[in-house]
């Protein structure tokens, strides 16, 4: 259980620098305010008096504060995006930049290249010094300007880099494995005794960090699925006994196919990694998309990348460069397994299989994502100023919070199949709450 201390958020020491920031203090009237730095945001708004009592914990708010830790005019910041592409990342690298050059005035802001490769000066390209004319229209393509990659680097290695370029604060944008790189390089930073300020944004389109309500790119991936899905509704309906099979992301969590769902509203099977799959058997998955077909001749499926490891245990499993597993193809193995059912029991079908996960994870964000990246990156900026480091920028209960890395990295955040989520999906589909 989350314990008031777990939140705690580390500050580089003392903040005396009054903010060039424009903003009232509180509680002047018509000014947006500065955000106290006592300011806290409540883990549970609900409660029940008839539960035993729990601790009350609480976030660190985030916002600008009226007191820095560094003298915004002899700031030198940096900006690293790693791991794999989401949309938006360009918005934060460009919003981000623009709070540090116009509104505190920071002279220099570089773009580290390709993730943490950029940190390691035997393998690195040289960072790009950020400019205005440089981040002009970035945030209207997908993709990261500065690039990105996967594969660990030296932490020592990065920690020097920092100290011998001058670098007083590191933005760095990614996901779990970003953050536990920026875990190691703030506790290095700190066994050092350096000054050196490290603050994440967490970026996973599989809306899966702990303690973060809201990830950047999810809902424009959950704007493209719906795309994709409705198209497979069309392909589905169009053929005699048609299925509309489409993978989407989320190796761990099945945030985007279970909102895709319910935003397309003509999906029928909705498969996540958090509801163990079973295919065989009177009341498994084959089996009642045999009688869905029968009964109405076209069904659509979406599966998450991660459904289905028991049923894939015998297949190889690769890893990425990071070291992360990359689950066997859930995709063609279902629609294997699908053709071959419906072939048993003598039932015509014709399955069309949709992959769109590079096609998603590339386009530029949506407006609300937009938005939400522009506010992330911009509490990023406050947060490193006033000297928080190893710590996240995150969304809860709808406000923004300063989430402590190890406390975000401590695990991943699931759907749950007793939630409302899960429950709103289950209305839509029909389908029944598991497969036994
Ligand atoms: P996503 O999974 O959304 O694509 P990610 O940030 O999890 O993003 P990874 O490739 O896992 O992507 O990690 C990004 C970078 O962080 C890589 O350079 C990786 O080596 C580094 N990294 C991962 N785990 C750690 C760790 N425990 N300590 C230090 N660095 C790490
Ligand atoms: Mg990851």
Known sequence: MLQPQDTAVTTLGPCTIPSPLRLGRQPEAGVPPFVSDTAR????????????????????????????????????????????????????????????????????????????????????EPPLRLTPELVDTI??????????????????????????????LLLCVGGDGTLRGARSIAEEVLRRGLKIAVVGVPKTIDNDVMYV????????????????????????????????LVKVMGRDAGFIAAMATLASQEVNFTLIPEVPLVLDGPRGFLETLRRRLIA??????????????????GEPVE????????????????????????????????VKYFDPSYLIRSVPANSDDAIFCDALARHAVHAAMAGKTNVVVGLWNGVFTLVPIPLAVSGKKHVDPAGPLWKSVLACTGQPPGWT
């Open 319 to 350: 890893t990425d460069a990071s070291g992360n597993p990359k689950p066997p193809d859930i995709g063609p193995f279902l629609k294997n397994r699908i053709v071959q059912h419906m072939r048993k029991y003598g039932v015509p079908v014709d």
């Open 41 to 124: 945001v409540r883990f549970r708004v609900e409660c029940d008096p008839a539960c035993p009592a729990e601790p009350d914990v609480f976030f660190e708010k985030a916002g600008p504060r009226e007191r820095l830790f560094f003298d915004p005019r002899r700031v030198r910041a940096a900006i690293v995006t790693c791991g794999g592409l989401c949309p938006g990342l360009n918005n934060v690298i460009r919003s981000a930049f623009l709070e540090l050059h116009y509104n505190y005035g920071v002279p220099e802001v570089l773009g580290l290249r390709y993730g943490y490769a950029g940190l390691n000066p035997a393998v690195a």
């Open 296 to 313: 109405r001749h076209h069904a659509v499926v979406v599966v998450a990348e991660g459904v289905g490891r028991e049923l894939l245990a």
């Open 139 to 168: 945030h209207e393509e997908g993709g990261t300007v500065l690039g990105t990659s996967r594969g660990p680097q030296p932490v020592e290695v990065m920690v020097d880099f920092l100290a011998s370029r001058g670098i007083d």
């Open 213 to 244: 309500e809201r990830t950047f790119g999810m809902q424009t991936a959950v704007d493209k699925a719906r795309e994709v899905l409705d198209a497979a509704h069309n392909e589905a309906k169009s053929a005699y006994n048609g299925v509309g």
